[in-house]
């Protein structure tokens, strides 16, 4: 156990150390009190405000009720006096992420204790081996400790994967995610990848940069693309997207290998869909999402050129939500492609269809409501 983190508290017997888990990386904390059923939804919040974290010792139902409790009292409207609503769309992000970090950390401050087999020794506690199985491996038989919250996103995970997310441009397939790989929930950008007509030579060889769960890999395959190389860095999006494309029937077509960006050699057609927002990550999963510094951008249109075959394209799926957000600009974007040596061939555009495009009280529904993804066709420019 001295390989990890530890999490110590004050019990009845002497203080107790067992390992401490974060998914996120979160620190443990330092102050840690016996928490159980009397445990008052006020005095939790306060003390998790505090720093000081609840080691849950009560029914684990209730401890559900406390948390949720907690929650609406993190999500309360603001007060008289208090700063008004972000004058940007920029501003309005940046207080969003504030506010979600503050939340996350406050919420993460009720804890659970696991047995050695990942069993929680709780009275109505759910079977959550298979889950914790799933994300973190084999036991090793040392007890834990663990944030309910991070049970309970483990759950959630465990479902996914069980019952998949339908794919309407694979006809109505289920791919299914593992936690920590990013789920294909927001489908719209792979309609693009289904109906732009392909590359003629792109019939024979593909790149996929970043495959994640496989599905993009999926679509091409089903396109009729004879053979795709998918890459991702990330062990647990690997064995996702292996088992994914052997259940979709075409995991003969595609092979899946660990790079950091592109594979060895050329192709007539290299996709990727890099995260969207030139933004920090706060957890591991947010990497899917949040791009700092536009790593991950500027990678692939940096190596693109070297990579592509003679009249080759590639395939940048994007969203303009950060230039709404005021984090990208269009100008900044083309001249990361101009100075990357690559031309603009072509574009189609597709609108969002999740349900916070269209809800009004979402924080940055502003940029929400005028994001527009885009298939951008690159292709290396003529000397």
């Given at each position: 156990?001295?390989?990890?983190?530890?999490?110590?508290?004050?019990?009845?017997?002497?203080?107790?150390?067992?390992?401490?888990?974060s998914?996120?990386?979160?620190?443990?904390?330092?102050r840690?009190?016996?928490?159980?059923?009397?445990?008052?939804?006020?005095?939790?919040?306060?003390?998790?405000?505090e720093?000081?974290?609840?080691?849950w010792?009560?029914?684990y139902?209730n401890?559900?009720?406390l948390l949720?409790?907690?929650?609406?009292?993190?999500?309360?409207k603001?007060r008289?006096?208090?700063?008004?609503?972000?004058a940007?769309?920029l501003?309005?992000?940046?207080?969003?992420?504030?506010?979600q970090?503050?939340?996350?950390?406050t919420l993460?401050?009720?804890?659970?204790?696991?047995e050695?087999?990942?069993s929680?020794?709780?009275?109505?506690a759910?079977?959550?081996?298979l889950a914790?199985?799933?994300?973190w491996g084999?036991?090793?038989?040392?007890?834990?400790?663990v944030?309910?919250r991070e049970?309970?996103?483990?759950?959630?995970?465990h479902e996914?994967?069980?019952?998949?997310?339908?794919?309407?441009?694979?006809?109505?397939?289920?791919v299914?995610?593992?936690?920590?790989?990013?789920?294909?929930?927001?489908?719209?950008?792979?309609d693009?990848?289904a109906r732009?007509?392909?590359?003629?030579a792109?019939?024979e060889?593909?790149?996929?940069?970043?495959?994640g769960?496989?599905?993009?890999?999926?679509?091409?395959?089903?396109?009729?693309?004879k053979?795709?190389?998918?890459?991702?860095?990330?062990?647990?999006?690997?064995?996702?997207?292996?088992e994914?494309?052997?259940?979709?029937?075409?995991?003969k077509?595609?092979?899946v290998?660990?790079?950091?960006?592109?594979p060895?050699?050329?192709?007539?057609?290299?996709?990727?869909?890099?995260?969207?927002?030139?933004?920090?990550?706060?957890?591991?999963?947010?990497?899917?999402?949040?791009?700092?510094?536009?790593?991950m951008?500027?990678g692939?249109?940096?190596?693109?050129?070297d990579?592509?075959?003679p009249?080759g394209?590639?395939?940048?799926i994007?969203?303009?939500f950060?230039?709404?957000?005021?984090?990208?600009?269009?100008?900044?974007?083309?001249d990361?492609?101009?100075?990357?040596?690559?031309?603009?061939?072509?574009?189609e555009?597709?609108?969002?269809r999740?349900?916070?495009?269209?809800?009004?009280?979402?924080?940055?529904?502003?940029?929400?409501?005028?994001e527009?993804?885009?298939?951008?066709r690159?292709?290396?420019r003529?000397?």
């Open positions: 156990m001295t390989d990890f983190p530890t999490l110590s508290w004050p019990d009845t017997d002497g203080p107790r150390t067992v390992r401490w888990r998914e996120a990386g979160v620190p443990a904390p330092k840690v009190v016996v928490a159980d059923d009397r445990t008052t939804a006020d005095a939790a919040y306060r003390l998790a405000c720093g000081t974290a609840l080691l010792r009560g029914d139902q401890a559900r009720q949720q409790a907690m929650a609406r009292r993190a999500e309360r603001p008289k006096g208090e700063p008004k609503a972000p940007t769309p501003e309005a992000f940046h207080l969003h992420r504030q506010a970090a503050q939340r996350a950390r993460g401050m009720v804890l659970l204790p696991l050695g087999d990942y929680i020794a709780l009275r109505r759910p079977d959550v081996k914790c199985e799933e994300a084999a036991p090793d038989g040392a007890p834990s400790a944030s309910l049970v309970l996103g483990l759950i959630g995970a996914w994967r069980r019952k998949g997310v339908p794919i309407p441009a694979l006809g109505g397939a289920h299914h995610p593992y936690y920590g790989v990013f789920s294909p929930v927001r489908g719209e950008y792979l693009l990848i732009v007509p392909l590359p003629a792109a019939v060889k593909a790149f996929d940069i970043g495959t769960t496989g599905v993009i890999s999926a679509v091409l395959a089903q396109r009729g693309v053979h795709i190389v998918a890459t991702d860095q990330d062990t647990r999006a690997l064995a996702c997207a292996r994914n494309l052997d259940m979709l029937g075409v995991g077509q595609v092979e290998m660990e790079a950091d960006l592109f060895p050699g050329r192709a007539p057609l290299v996709v990727c869909n890099p995260p969207w927002v030139p933004a920090r990550p706060a957890s591991p999963i947010e990497y899917a999402v949040f791009d700092p510094d536009s790593r951008l500027r692939f249109l940096g190596g693109l050129k990579h592509l075959e009249g394209e590639g395939w940048l994007l969203s303009d950060a230039e709404h957000l005021g984090l990208r600009t269009r100008d900044e974007l083309l990361m492609i101009g100075q990357a040596g690559l031309d603009v061939a072509g574009r555009d597709i609108r969002p999740h349900p916070k495009a269209s809800d009004p009280n979402d924080p940055l529904h502003r940029a929400r409501a005028a527009i993804t885009s298939l951008w690159l292709k290396v003529s000397a």
